[in-house]
């Protein structure tokens, strides 16, 4: 039935599919920034902290009985810690876009999206019709032009901290835009939160910017911190309204009560460490910008590759090498990439001698 699209796929060198990779080859692939998903000492403290409640799963959606003590607990803290009023916890990054764009961008509303957004709000966008405007990546003089066009309404503005595939940071010209044009502004911090600034609480703080009534910070779980799930920070209006009207919030189970405490004990530990991991971060920049020249601001390093078919070559001869690193090929991204992780859970030794094979 899509035998003939599977082929095309395959002939253009874009056909993809699960693999179990060799555990012995060394990981610059994973998001994995910390390392935490190799820490079996932190998976056995979640383990015991869940351990203390009779409800161990989360049973039901959250505003039916599937709120648990972890939750609110993971919630009040990650809240503190970024200095703003409320958070939510949300079972995926993709679920937490979704509620966020689809909820909030109300009629005579305008959402204005940079084009290189993660693909859950890109498709959150077609719930949208005509509600939207794509906004040139990164560009903060195309977002003011277009923000000037709208005269009605709420304006939303959606950006990432840190670019997943070229670990381009967000220009801080668009937090200002956004406090200037009245303008709520979602910043998906997936690959920004326990990377950027120096208590690694991501662009944030490393701008400087003490969060505000208009800013929404959206994360995720499953990268620096070790776990699965997402979290939105916000003003409790905010929060109230995703309670209220948020699909993905309201319908979808409560996000896994394991997974929210194996997160909560990681953040715990990486703000009490947040120096050590910070100078650790750090090193491996450095160790990049010797070997090859780019001075790296988050922990994504994106090598171009002329064709996809190339692109596969290169990974499968580091392979070889005892080396996994991803292989990112459209329609993930415009051109084919090497896409690199000096992760902290991979050693400086390991990194350079990667490196080397450049």
Same mark, same amino acid.
């Given at each position: 039935?899509?035998?003939?699209?599977?082929?095309?796929?395959?002939?253009?060198?874009?056909?993809?599919?699960?693999?179990?990779?060799?555990?012995?080859?060394?990981?610059?692939?994973?998001?994995?920034?910390?390392?935490?998903?190799?820490? !079996?000492?932190?998976?056995?403290?979640?383990?015991?902290?869940?351990?203390?409640?009779?409800?161990?799963?989360?049973?039901?959606?959250?505003?039916?009985?599937?709120?648990?003590?972890? &939750?609110?607990?993971?919630?009040?803290?990650?809240?503190?810690?970024?200095?703003?009023?409320?958070?939510?916890?949300?079972?995926?990054?993709?679920?937490?876009?979704?509620?966020?764009?689809?909820?909030?961008?109300?009629?005579?509303?305008? %959402?204005f999206i940079d084009e290189d957004?993660?693909?859950?709000?890109?498709?959150?966008?077609?719930?949208? +019709?005509?509600?939207?405007?794509?906004?040139?990546?990164?560009?903060?003089?195309?977002?003011?032009?277009?923000?000037?066009?709208?005269?009605?309404?709420?304006?939303?503005?959606?950006?990432?901290?840190?670019?997943?595939?070229?670990?381009?940071?967000?220009?801080?010209?668009?937090?200002?835009?956004?406090?200037?044009?009245?303008?709520?502004?979602?910043?998906?911090?997936?690959?920004?939160?326990?990377?950027?600034?120096?208590?690694?609480?991501?662009?944030?703080?490393?701008?400087?910017?003490?969060?505000?009534?208009n800013h929404i910070k959206m994360?995720?779980?499953?990268?620096?911190?070790?776990?699965?799930?997402?979290?939105?920070?916000?003003?409790?209006?905010?929060?109230?309204?995703?309670?209220?009207? +948020?699909?993905?919030?309201?319908?979808?189970?409560?996000?896994?009560?394991?997974?929210?405490?194996?997160?909560?004990?990681?953040?715990?530990?990486?703000?009490?460490?947040?120096?050590?991991?910070?100078?650790?971060?750090?090193?491996?920049?450095?160790?990049?910008?010797?070997?090859?020249?780019?001075?790296?601001?988050?922990?994504?390093?994106?090598?171009?590759?002329?064709?996809?078919?190339?692109?596969?070559?290169?990974?499968?001869? %580091?392979?070889? !090498?005892?080396?996994?690193?991803?292989?990112?090929r459209q329609p993930t991204v415009?051109?084919?990439?090497?896409?690199?992780?000096?992760?902290? +859970?991979?050693?400086?030794?390991?990194?350079?001698?990667?490196?080397? &094979?450049?």
């Amino acid at each position: 039935m899509y035998q003939n699209e599977l082929n095309a796929l395959k002939k253009a060198n874009r056909f993809r599919e699960r693999k179990l990779f060799d555990s012995e080859l060394i990981d610059f692939a994973s998001n994995d920034y910390l390392g935490f998903a190799n820490d !079996k000492k932190q998976f056995k403290k979640a383990y015991q902290l869940v351990r203390e409640y009779d409800t161990i799963a989360p049973k039901a959606s959250m505003l039916v009985n599937g709120y648990h003590e972890i &939750h609110e607990a993971f919630e009040k803290t990650l809240s503190k810690l970024n200095g703003f009023e409320k958070g939510l916890v949300v079972g995926s990054g993709f679920l937490a876009n979704i509620a966020l764009i689809e909820s909030l961008v109300r009629k005579r509303d305008m %959402l204005f999206i940079d084009e290189d957004y993660h693909a859950s709000g890109m498709m959150a966008t077609g719930l949208l +019709g005509d509600r939207v405007v794509k906004v040139r990546h990164n560009d903060p003089s195309d977002l003011e032009e277009k923000l000037k066009q709208h005269t009605t309404g709420r304006k939303i503005i959606a950006v990432e901290g840190v670019y997943s595939m070229s670990g381009k940071l967000c220009k801080r010209e668009i937090f200002e835009l956004a406090d200037r044009y009245e303008a709520l502004l979602i910043v998906d911090e997936a690959h920004s939160s326990g990377v950027l600034g120096e208590n690694l609480l991501g662009i944030f703080e490393y701008y400087d910017i003490e969060p505000q009534s208009n800013h929404i910070k959206m994360g995720t779980l499953g990268k620096a911190y070790g776990s699965y799930g997402a979290y939105i920070l916000a003003s409790s209006e905010i929060i109230s309204f995703l309670e209220n009207r +948020g699909k993905p919030i309201i319908y979808a189970t409560a996000p896994s009560v394991f997974d929210t405490a194996l997160a909560l004990i990681n953040i715990i530990k990486v703000s009490n460490s947040s120096q050590k991991y910070y100078k650790a971060i750090k090193e491996r920049q450095a160790i990049i910008k010797e070997a090859s020249g780019v001075e790296l601001k988050s922990l994504i390093f994106a090598l171009p590759v002329p064709e996809n078919a190339q692109t596969i070559r290169l990974q499968e001869a %580091l392979m070889t !090498k005892g080396f996994l690193v991803g292989a990112i090929r459209q329609p993930t991204v415009t051109e084919p990439i090497l896409r690199i992780i000096p992760r902290l +859970g991979s050693s400086k030794k390991s990194l350079k001698s990667l490196l080397n &094979h450049f």
